[in-house]
């Protein structure tokens, strides 16, 4: 090949391989091109397959939202309701040991002796009786003890009544600690 206006142009062979190297890239272009745009068709088409699908899900499951919300706060109201019942249960318990504890007080309490006063704070507490002499105060602590169940019963003081001929006696249950 001869030079035109002093441009070395390529030889035939040359220029047969720029046009298979032109050939085969112009080919995987459109190839590539091809393989993404079917890639992202195939995508696209299964993005709204999918959103079809939630939005008929969403619209099959709308009527039982109402009814979710009503469970929860049935729940909700169950819970402060059984709290509030374990409250009332409890008071009725205490309300029922506190009458049975005087049920067998006033059973067990006899004449001579007179209770003279009582406290009671979450069971038994104290109980100031007068005795006309020990004997009697030790058959009305056993007595006591067989009625209401409890077992540790102690006498706190022991004091002679300055008014009559005996004693004032103070019982208690040991704290529990």
């Known amino acids: 090949m001869h030079n035109i206006n002093f441009i070395n142009s390529a030889s035939p062979k040359q220029q047969q391989s720029l046009l298979t190297w032109y050939r085969i890239t112009l080919i995987t272009l459109l190839f590539v091109i091809t393989s993404l745009t079917i890639v992202t068709t195939w995508s696209l088409y299964q993005l709204f397959a999918l959103r079809s699908q939630v939005q008929k899900l969403k619209n099959e499951t709308a009527p039982f939202i109402p009814i979710l919300k009503q469970k929860n706060e049935l729940e909700k109201t169950l819970k402060t309701l059984s709290a509030k019942k374990e409250k009332i249960k409890k008071h009725s318990e205490t309300t029922n040991q506190h009458y049975t504890l005087l049920k067998s ?16 704070h979450n069971g038994f507490n104290q109980i100031n009786i007068y005795s006309p002499d ?20 102690i006498i706190a003081s022991l004091e002679p009544d300055p008014n009559q001929n005996g004693y004032v006696i103070s019982i208690r249950q040991p704290e529990i600690k």
Not at 134 to 153: D, M, Q, V
Request: hydrophobic content about 40%; proline content about 8%; aromatic content about 6%.
């Open 134 to 153: 020990l004997p009697h105060a030790t058959r009305f602590i056993s007595n006591l003890k067989k009625e209401t169940g409890i077992e540790k019963l």
């Open 105 to 120: 007080l006033f059973k067990t309490c006899a004449p001579p002796l007179e209770i003279n006063s009582l406290s009671i």
